[in-house]
T-cell receptor
């Protein structure tokens, strides 16, 4: 069974500083995907970044990068140059890829980390 | 930019009543999902739907729940007889059915959610 753990209930960062949000996972499937979503106070879930288990390089999307350490089963999100609008709940999620190579399965989410950016 | 649309944004109902939550997935997507998030808790998978049938469901998705794609654009979640513990934010998500690689990302894009309050 898949499991996602986010050990930081809350994080604080100064505007323009970088921040790392931790995520560890557990799965027995050799093929899987890792995702980060942002949930602002308005409630919607916004996709941020994806990392595949066989990707050779760490994923980057603008100010977001994923520090993927496969042996340690961690997929930490790094936000560079934090902005006030980054204040939100951040969820790490994963999806096992079924035998046969399809990837249409469910996402399993962590508990989330509330990030507060101070001016 | 295409988005997943959910209506209503907030639904208040009496215990025992039936509710239908509506979603319009992104138009070229073929996989549809419902998740729920009880206040303060993590997001939980309910059901996935493809080719007019359920492809996977969780233990939460019991006989009180059903899903339907009544036409080419809508995707609905029905709760037949609501209970107090059904109060939650319900998210619809959709993903495209990419087959351009054996480990396609198939990112799930979420709607803004429907907050269901059962009194």
């Amino acid at each position: 069974a898949q499991k996602i753990t986010q050990t930081q209930p809350g994080m604080f960062v100064q505007e323009k500083e970088a921040v790392t949000l931790d995520c560890t996972y557990d799965t027995s499937d050799p093929s899987y995907g890792l995702f980060w979503y942002k949930q602002p106070s308005s409630g919607e879930m916004i996709f941020l970044i994806y990392q595949g288990s066989y990707d050779q390089q760490n994923a980057t999307e603008g100010r977001y990068s994923l520090n993927f350490q496969k042996a340690r089963k961690s997929a930490n999100l790094v936000i560079s140059a934090s902005q006030l609008g980054d204040s939100a709940m951040y969820f790490c999620a994963m999806k096992d890829f079924y035998a046969g190579g399809t990837s249409y399965g469910k996402l399993t989410f962590g508990q989330g980390t509330i990030l507060t950016v101070h001016p | 930019e295409p988005e997943v649309t959910q209506t209503p944004s907030h639904q208040v109902t009496q215990m025992g009543q039936e509710v239908i939550l509506r979603c319009v997935p992104i138009s070229n997507h073929l996989y549809f999902y419902w998740y729920r998030q009880i206040l303060g808790q993590k997001v939980e998978f309910l059901v996935s739907f493809y080719n007019n049938e359920i492809s996977e469901k969780s233990e939460i998705f019991d006989d009180q729940f059903s899903v339907e794609r009544p036409d080419g654009s809508n995707f609905t979640l029905k709760i037949r007889s609501t209970k107090l513990e059904d109060s939650a934010m319900y998210f619809c998500a959709s993903s495209e059915a990419r087959r351009d690689s054996p480990i396609a990302k198939n990112i799930q894009y979420f709607g803004a959610g429907t907050r269901l309050s059962v009194l």
